[in-house]
T-cell receptor, first 113, second 112 residues
Framework: DVKVTQSSRYLVKRTGEKVFLECVQD?????MFWYRQDPGLGLRLIYFSYDVKMKEKGDIPEGYSVSREKKERFSLILESASTNQTSMYLCASSLQALSYEQYFGPGTRLTVT | KQEVTQIPAALSVPEGENLVLNCSFT??????LQWFRQDPGKGLTSLLLIQSSQREQTSGRLNASLDKSSGRSTLYIAASQPGDSATYLCAVELDSSYKLIFGSGTRLLVRP
């Protein structure tokens, strides 16, 4: 079974802090994704990576950056957290590009106060 | 711009009923369509993936169909159980990118 894990289930941070969310997958998947999920807005793609050190912006990359130094690990970085980044963050991975299932982690509920 | 719509937004049925969840999309140029389940406060669990060349996929009590030309997919759940209560999301993968476009989900409650 594919396993995607996220470093924290719940996180509370203060405005202006630098925040790191980590995601690890154990199935040698090429692609990894970061989404945020908000009531009424659904899931929106922040960034994705199709290979080590490769990344592409999704629909809402502003205020975020990512890092993929190793194939199994994909980090989402909030450079200076703001209250409008309070959300559920979901990481996903898929074997290769196109037509492969995306497998999701359990999510991190981030609150920025 | 691809838009994905799910109707109804919420559904409540008695245990044992067969039910259908609907998903429609505006652009038929998709690579695949995926159905997910999400329990409250949790991540998404992949249920079924239908490739654009396929008409349907089955897994246990679940059957998903795809009609690309009309921009529609249905998820059929047979003999529903209280444990099926969750939000069901459909998502399409565009043939021009890696991106999944999600619908807003159908929240299902199966009453004992």
């Amino acid at each position: 079974d594919v396993k995607v894990t996220q470093s924290s289930r719940y996180l509370v941070k203060r405005t202006g802090e630098k925040v790191f969310l980590e995601c690890v997958q154990d199935m040698d998947h090429e692609n990894m994704f970061w989404y945020r999920q908000d009531p009424g807005l659904g899931l929106r793609l922040i960034y994705f990576s199709y290979d080590v050190k490769m990344k592409e912006k999704g629909d809402i990359p502003e205020g975020y950056s990512v890092s993929r130094e190793k194939k199994e690990r994909f980090s989402l970085i909030l450079e200076s957290a703001s209250t409008n980044q309070t959300s559920m963050y979901l990481c996903a991975s898929s074997l290769q590009a196109l037509s492969y299932e995306q497998y999701f982690g359990p999510g991190t509920r981030l609150t920025v106060t | 711009k691809q838009e994905v719509t799910q109707i109804p937004a919420a559904l409540s049925v008695p245990e044992g009923e067969n039910l259908v969840l609907n998903c429609s999309f505006t652009d038929s140029a998709i690579y695949n369509l995926q159905w997910f389940r999400q329990d409250p406060g949790k991540g998404l669990t992949s249920l079924l993936l239908i490739q654009s060349s396929q008409r349907e996929q089955t897994s246990g009590r679940l059957n998903a169909s795809l009609d690309k030309s009309s921009g529609r997919s249905t998820l059929y759940i047979a003999a529903s159980q209280p444990g099926d209560s969750a939000t069901y999301l459909c998502a399409v993968e565009l043939d021009s990118s890696y991106k999944l476009i999600f619908g807003s989900g159908t929240r299902l409650l199966v009453r004992p």
